[in-house]
C-alpha cells in the first residue's frame, strides 16, 4: 500500500518560514521524481516544484523561485519543501506527488498525498 503523508504546514504571519515534510512508503523512494503542487480556494492546482530521484536536479514555479527550496532525503523516504518569506498568496493546500522516473508527467502521476494546510496572514 503507497502513502505519501505531507506534515509541516500551518498558520504563520507573512515573512515567516516553513518547512512541509512528505513522507513516503510501499515504493521505492529513490526511483521516483517528487513534486509538490498547491492549490488555493477557488483556484486550480498549481505547480510549485520537482525534485529528480536523484536530487541532482530541482526546477520551481516562478511565484516561489528564490524563497522555497526543495530537497529530499532517499533514506528517509522523504522531499522537503523549504518555504522562507512567505506572503499571503503562498495560502493554499500543499500536496506531494510521485512520478517514477521512466514515466512521463503527461500521463499524469503515480500518486499524491492528501495535502497539509498553509496559511499566511498579513
Known amino acids: 500500500q503507497v502513502q505519501l503523508v505531507e506534515s509541516g504546514g500551518g498558520l504563520v504571519q507573512a515573512g515567516a518560514s516553513l518547512r512541509l515534510s512528505c513522507a513516503a512508503s510501499g515504493i521505492t523512494f529513490s526511483s521516483y521524481t517528487m513534486n509538490w503542487f498547491r492549490q488555493a480556494p477557488g483556484k486550480e492546482r498549481e505547480f510549485v516544484s520537482t525534485i529528480s530521484w536523484s536530487g541532482g536536479d530541482t526546477y520551481y514555479a516562478d511565484s516561489v523561485k528564490d524563497r522555497f527550496t526543495v530537497s529530499r532525503d532517499n533514506a528517509k523516504n522523504t522531499v522537503y519543501l523549504q518555504m522562507n518569506s512567505l506572503k499571503p498568496e503562498d495560502k493554499a493546500v500543499y500536496y506531494c506527488?510521485?512520478?517514477?522516473?521512466?514515466?512521463?508527467?503527461?500521463?499524469?502521476?503515480?500518486?499524491w498525498g492528501q495535502g497539509t494546510q498553509v496559511t499566511v496572514s498579513s
Open positions: 506527488a510521485a512520478l517514477h522516473r521512466l514515466r512521463s508527467r503527461n500521463n499524469g502521476y503515480d500518486y
